[in-house]
């Protein structure tokens, strides 16, 4: 992947076009998107954008580059990552929106070289960083009261994406 001018930046835009392609209400949650149209392609051009989107695809290699090492720091980092998420009004249903852009976005990116053997690793590595962020946003989602759940929603546009199936498909 490395291989590829800024493949930092060119991964970082699929994940997300493929994110909104999947739910295209979850554009919505980025402020900086909000000025778009859904799905417009200026949007991927916003320097914004492109900055969120390339520290997206640093910070999963930063993980992968992690796995081997302190485990438990990167459990603190993930449950940390997943506790800010809650306050941008990130579901658990949207970590399988997530988890199902990165494998089409890795697919892309990887070609020929996203075997089966390497899907399922990435799947595995997914479920690792989704599984620990979702940990971290239920210990903060457990100390708010409803009112505050409502509010929550309704700031971020009542976002509920039915179940997608399990992590493999």
């Given at each position: 992947?490395?291989?590829?001018?800024?493949?930092e930046?060119?991964?970082?835009l699929?994940l997300?076009?493929?994110?909104f392609?999947?739910?295209?209400?979850?554009?919505?949650m980025?402020?900086?998107?909000?000025?778009?149209?859904t799905?417009a392609?200026?949007?991927?051009s916003?320097?914004?954008?492109v900055?969120?989107?390339?520290?997206?695809?640093?910070?999963?290699?930063?993980?992968?580059?992690m796995?081997?090492?302190?485990?438990?720091?990167?459990?603190?980092?993930l449950?940390?990552?997943g506790?800010?998420?809650v306050?941008?009004?990130?579901r658990?249903?949207h970590?399988?929106?997530?988890?199902?852009?990165?494998?089409?976005?890795?697919?892309?990116?990887?070609?020929?070289?996203?075997?089966?053997?390497?899907k399922?690793?990435?799947?595995?590595?997914?479920?690792l960083i989704?599984?620990?962020?979702?940990e971290?946003?239920?210990?903060?989602?457990?100390?708010r009261?409803?009112?505050?759940?409502?509010?929550?929603?309704?700031r971020c546009?009542?976002f509920?994406?039915?179940?997608?199936?399990?992590?493999?498909?």
């Amino acid at each position: 992947v490395k291989a590829v001018d800024n493949f930092e930046e060119y991964a970082g835009l699929l994940l997300f076009r493929s994110i909104f392609s999947i739910d295209p209400k979850t554009q919505a949650m980025f402020r900086f998107a909000r000025k778009y149209e859904t799905g417009a392609e200026e949007l991927f051009s916003d320097p914004i954008m492109v900055r969120h989107a390339t520290n997206v695809i640093r910070g999963v290699n930063k993980v992968v580059t992690m796995l081997s090492k302190d485990t438990e720091v990167l459990v603190k980092l993930l449950k940390g990552l997943g506790e800010r998420h809650v306050n941008y009004g990130v579901r658990e249903e949207h970590y399988q929106v997530v988890g199902q852009a990165l494998v089409e976005t890795l697919a892309i990116v990887l070609g020929d070289t996203f075997t089966e053997e390497v899907k399922d690793a990435w799947i595995d590595i997914y479920d690792l960083i989704s599984t620990t962020m979702i940990e971290g946003a239920s210990s903060v989602k457990g100390l708010r009261t409803i009112e505050y759940e409502c509010q929550e929603k309704a700031r971020c546009g009542g976002f509920g994406i039915p179940w997608r199936g399990s992590r493999k498909n």
